[in-house]
T-cell receptor, first 114, second 115 residues
Framework: AQSVTQLDSHVSVSEGTPVLLRCNYS??????LFWYVQHPNKGLQLLLK??????LVKGINGFEAEFKKSETSFHLTKPSAHMSDAAEYFC????????????FGSGTRLQVQP | KAGVTQTPRYLIKTRGQQVTLSCSPI?????VSWYQQTPGQGLQFLFE???????NKGNFPGRFSGRQFSNSRSEMNVSTLELGDSALYLC??????????????FGEGSRLTVL
């Protein structure tokens, strides 16, 4: 079975400082991994995806994530937080071979202080 | 290109009633999936439809059902509503079988309150 764990339910940073949102996954197969963002009262938007190509993945709005198989991690980072980054972020793992369900993490709420 | 449209955006029902939610995917997208989002359980997969066929189903009771039409529009229905069904119901579309690629385009959701 596959699973994903977001290690922090809330993260608070100051504007202009780095962002780190942590995600660990478990999968019996080589997974595809994604980060989605959800702003208040909105649907989810794909930030970036890893699908077994380059381990460092660049996404929209300056975000990037690094796939580390040895650590089973897929942490999301951004060098400098902006007020507009305040939102909830979801780490997602794709289905194993023959199974196609996506598994969502519990989410990390990012607060950005002025 | 218009995004995923969900209607209604907000609705209030009472226990025992039923509700139908609608989702119009992005033009050209053939896959539609549905998710329930609650503060306690987070995001949970309900089901996915592709070309009018249910491809995957999550772990929800039979009161939750869905369908997809030939124009890819989808509806989900919840019968005999319970208080615990109060949630934001999100629809997502993708060009292919979205559950394979993970690249989903979400609507803004339908917020259901059950009293």
């Amino acid at each position: 079975a596959q699973s994903v764990t977001q290690l922090d339910s809330h993260v608070s940073v100051s504007e202009g400082t780095p962002v780190l949102l942590r995600c660990n996954y478990s999968s019996s197969y080589s997974p595809s991994l994604f980060w989605y963002v959800q702003h208040p009262n909105k649907g989810l938007q794909l930030l970036l995806k890893y699908t077994s190509a380059a381990t460092l993945v660049k996404g929209i709005n300056g975000f990037e994530a690094e796939f580390k198989k040895s650590e089973t991690s897929f942490h999301l980072t951004k060098p400098s937080a902006h007020m507009s980054d305040a939102a909830e972020y979801f780490c997602v793992v794709s289905g194993e071979t023959g199974r196609r369900a996506l598994t969502f993490g519990s989410g990390t709420r990012l607060q950005v202080q002025p | 290109k218009a995004g995923v449209t969900q209607t209604p955006r907000y609705l209030i029902k009472t226990r025992g009633q039923q509700v139908t939610l609608s989702c119009s995917p992005i033009s050209g997208h053939r896959s539609v999936s549905w998710y329930q989002q609650t503060p306690g359980q987070g995001l949970q997969f309900l089901f996915e439809y592709f070309s009018e066929t249910q491809r995957n189903k999550g772990n929800f009771p039979g009161r939750f059902s869905g369908r997809q039409f030939s124009n890819s529009r989808s509806e989900m229905n919840v019968s005999t509503l319970e208080l615990g069904d109060s949630a934001l119901y999100l629809c997502a579309s993708s060009p292919g079988t979205g559950m394979n690629t993970g690249e989903l385009f979400f609507g803004e959701g339908s917020r259901l309150t059950v009293l």
